[in-house]
Nanobody, 114 residues
Framework: VQLQASGGGLVQPGGSLRLPCVASGRISSPNFMGWYCQVPANQRELVARMHSGGLTNYASSVKGRFTISRDNAKNTVYLQMNRLTPEDTAVYFC?????????WGQGTQVTVSS
């Protein structure tokens, strides 16, 4: 399984970004696809994840601002990020978890700055 993430970049505070991540290879269901973020010297933290059946989990810091969605037919997960703040600056990693195995994408940098 491989994950290809994209959509990061530089955005002003209050702006929006959309991060897509496409999974390829032999992908079994059920599974979780989601996004984690990491800043230097910190651990990777959950931002949002979505089960193939529709269940979602969000970090408290992004509830009401970020929305995760997925297209199971395309093996793609999306993270819509609205009302971004400088505290959202991080490298964002896409993940797929099933059967006790986690697969990670390469990470995409999100920088929120004026």
């Amino acid at each position: 399984v491989q994950l290809q993430a994209s959509g990061g970049g530089l955005v002003q505070p209050g702006g929006s970004l959309r991060l897509p991540c496409v999974a390829s290879g032999r992908i079994s269901s059920p599974n979780f696809m989601g996004w984690y973020c990491q800043v230097p010297a910190n651990q990777r933290e959950l931002v949002a994840r979505m089960h193939s059946g529709g269940l979602t989990n969000y970090a408290s810091s992004v509830k009401g601002r970020f929305t995760i969605s997925r297209d199971n037919a395309k093996n793609t997960v999306y993270l819509q990020m609205n009302r971004l703040t400088p505290e959202d600056t991080a490298v964002y990693f896409c993940s797929l978890y099933n059967g006790g195995t986690a697969t990670w994408g390469q990470g995409t940098q999100v920088t929120v700055s004026s």
